[in-house]
């Protein structure tokens, strides 16, 4: 399968999920590429079995949650069609970011199979049962 995990990071926490993604989902029957969404591989995009698109919490702490970075997400091109999971981190309350993120992914064409946020500080022990619940799914 062709895996792609596309991050948009501020601080690095989203970078460093989609690098456990990618980890977690490599492997010798899956082709897996993490790249920013500055640095997008358009032919991988297109090959792709599977992509993962993920960016941090916006917001204030009790209201106003969505997904960071709109603009720079814009970047990914119409994914018509594509499984794709929607992955976030956050540090407090991600209210119901990662549903509107789902939503944004649709309207890009995207059949979302999942949605997440994770808390920044639970990277190392909820990415990989994560990454393994959805390849579970697909199988």
């Known amino acids: 399968m062709n895996i792609v995990v596309i991050h948009q990071s501020r601080s690095g926490n989203t970078k460093k999920a989609a690098e456990l993604i990618g980890g977690a989902v490599a492997s010798s029957e899956n082709k897996v590429s993490v790249r920013s969404t500055e640095n997008l591989d358009f032919k991988e995009l297109a090959n792709a079995d599977l992509i993962f698109v993920g960016t941090w919490v916006d917001g204030l702490i009790l209201f106003g949650h ?11 091109p119409p994914l018509w069609g594509k499984n794709v999971v929607a992955f976030m981190t956050h540090a407090a309350n991600p209210g119901k970011a990662a549903s509107k993120f789902a939503s944004f992914l649709e309207a890009k064409g995207a059949k979302v199979i999942s949605s997440r946020s994770i808390n920044r500080r639970k990277l190392e022990s909820e990415i990989r049962p994560f990454a393994e619940e959805v390849l579970a799914e697909l199988n």
């Open 66 to 76: 969505r997904p960071g970075d709109i603009g720079k997400l814009n970047l990914i």
